[in-house]
Structure formats: structure tokens, C-alpha cells
């Protein structure tokens, strides 16, 4: 199994960028596709990035791409992910997830793993 533990959320200006972590611990990591979503109060859960266990696949919803970038270190068991130029409708909390299905998903329900969140608040 894995276990998935966020960190890096914070308060955030807008216009300015942030760096969020993942730590995964558990043997399957690296054969596990790797995602980040989002919820904003009173909204449902959102995709924002994946990528694949090798990391040679990556997906992003259009809302961060060209402004984000999903990556991650195998040998250090961490996803991370970067975005710039942020906006206070990016503020949410932001949820890392492993999957175990044969491609990299963008739904909700094809991460069977998540961990319990980071907080992002982006001020104007």
C-alpha cells in the first residue's frame, strides 16, 4: 500500500508561486500514477495534475497548465507540484492521490489513495 502525506500549502500572494510535496511511503509507489486535486469551499473536488509512474506522462487541467508543472523523484518517494503566477480562485485545498489503473486518470474515482490535504490560500 501507500501512504500519502502532503506539505508546502501556506498563505500565498497572488501573483507569486508555491511548491507543494508529496511524500509516498510504501513499495507500490513507483508503479503508482500520481495526481493532485483540488477543493474550494462549497465546491467539489477538482483535477489539476497527474503524472505517471515513470513520470514520462504528464496532464493538467487547463486552468494551471502553462503556469504549473507536476514532477516527481522516485528514489525520494515525493510528487511535487509547482505553480506560478497564482490567482486567488487557486485557493483551495490541495489533495495528492495514487492510482493504480493502466492510465494516468483525471476523475476522482480512479485514485484509490489519498492523503489528508494541504491548505492554499492565495491573497489579493
Known amino acids: 500500500q501507500v501512504q500519502l502525506v502532503e506539505s508546502g500549502g501556506g498563505l500565498v500572494q497572488a501573483g507569486g508561486s508555491l511548491r507543494l510535496s508529496c511524500a509516498a511511503s510504501?513499495?507500490?509507489?513507483?508503479?503508482?500514477?500520481m495526481a493532485w486535486f483540488r477543493q474550494a469551499p462549497g465546491k467539489e473536488r477538482e483535477f489539476v495534475a497527474a503524472?505517471?509512474?515513470?513520470?514520462?506522462?504528464?496532464v493538467y487541467a487547463s486552468s494551471v497548465k502553462g503556469r504549473s508543472t507536476i514532477s516527481r523523484d522516485n528514489a525520494k518517494n515525493t510528487v511535487y507540484f509547482e505553480m506560478n503566477s497564482l490567482k486567488s480562485e487557486d485557493t483551495a485545498v490541495y489533495y495528492c492521490?495514487?492510482?493504480?489503473?493502466?492510465?494516468?486518470?483525471?476523475?476522482?474515482?480512479?485514485?484509490?489513495?489519498w492523503g489528508q490535504g494541504t491548505q492554499v490560500t492565495v491573497s489579493s
Open positions: 510504501g513499495r507500490t509507489y513507483s508503479s503508482a500514477h
Open positions: 503524472i505517471s509512474g515513470t513520470g514520462g506522462n504528464t
Open positions: 492521490a495514487a492510482g493504480f489503473r493502466l492510465w494516468v486518470g483525471t476523475r476522482v474515482t480512479e485514485y484509490a489513495l
